[in-house]
């Protein structure tokens, strides 16, 4: 900086976020400012600091050119469009790459039987450390008052309760919900049977664990995240009995009412009117 003669002006720091999101807070806002002429120059250690997206960089790029800012890295010096598209090419394989090696972890952790991430509701996170003193991953142990709670939301789901009235039922006894508040949302109860979401969906309370249903893939241009259910040819399946919170029948008899339910819908759904005042109303 000093050699250069150039003053700061400001930094921009988006701790602990993906660099494959366009919509991280600093970077919006240095985006924002760069239309505005606040700096001629940003310096970065690497592009890959900016974007490990290639269509994101690029975009990044174009935009900073077109109101004259140029970006320096201390390791190529003065960026221009092939460093661009090197950098940011190298910036996207080392995701691709990244990915593959965490899939193949989480599903060596499934193939023993635990749990590849997340925590759901009913367990909590077994903390210990293996024979080699490195944390060990994926282990979980039920937590018997949550349990209850999913035990009697199956049984009155299986008697014919609305999920509406279950979640009534819940806040009317106080009972928390799974994110810790006071009111339960219906999605909580009823989820995506596909996607196999949602505490009536879960198949870890039926003491299975299947894994690789779903891959989220970001819509260009926004980078939301879209889940895509993948094949059942592809899914990965380990009984854990000892996961099981929801005995055999109950849940048979859950996805029963489900799949009456689904059949009504799809039934009442053929036969709904294509418009509103249709068989009403000639013209």
């Not at 720091?13 to 606040?38: F, N």
């Not at 094949?231 to 849940?251: G, H, T």
Request: charged share 30%; aromatic share 8%.
């Amino acid at each position: 900086q000093r050699e250069r003669g150039w003053s700061l002006v400001e930094e921009y720091a988006d701790s602990a976020l993906s660099g494959a999101s366009m919509y991280r807070p600093d970077l919006q806002r240095m985006l924002k400012e760069a239309k505005e002429r606040k700096f001629d120059v940003i310096v970065t250690e690497a592009l890959d600091r900016i974007s490990r997206n290639q269509s994101d960089l690029a975009r990044i790029h174009e935009t900073l050119s077109f109101h004259g800012v140029k970006i320096f890295t201390l390791h190529e010096g003065w960026v221009d469009t092939i460093h661009i598209g090197v950098k940011g090419m190298m910036g996207q394989m080392f995701l691709e790459d990244l990915k593959q090696r965490v899939l193949r972890g989480q599903r060596g952790r499934v193939e023993d039987g635990k749990v590849a991430a997340g925590c759901a509701y009913g367990y909590s996170v077994v903390k210990r450390f293996g024979a080699d003193g490195k944390p060990v991953t994926g282990e979980r142990e039920i937590v018997l008052e949550q349990a209850e709670i999913i035990i009697r939301i199956f049984e009155e789901y299986a008697a014919g309760r609305s999920p509406l009235k279950i979640c009534q039922g819940l806040e009317a006894d106080g009972i928390l919900s799974p994110s810790g508040k006071k009111y339960w949302s219906v999605s909580t109860i009823n989820g995506c049977r596909k996607k196999r979401r949602g505490i009536l969906n879960s198949d870890l309370y039926q003491g299975k664990i299947v894994w690789n249903r779903t891959q989220d893939r970001r819509e260009p241009g926004t980078n939301r995240r879209v889940p895509r259910v993948k094949p059942q040819s592809e899914w990965i399946e380990k009984d854990v009995p000892a996961f099981r919170i929801v005995p055999q029948e109950l849940w048979d008899a859950v996805k029963a009412r489900q799949e009456q339910l689904s059949q009504a819908t799809a039934s009442w759904q053929k036969k709904r009117p294509k418009a509103l005042l249709s068989g009403l109303m000639r013209c």
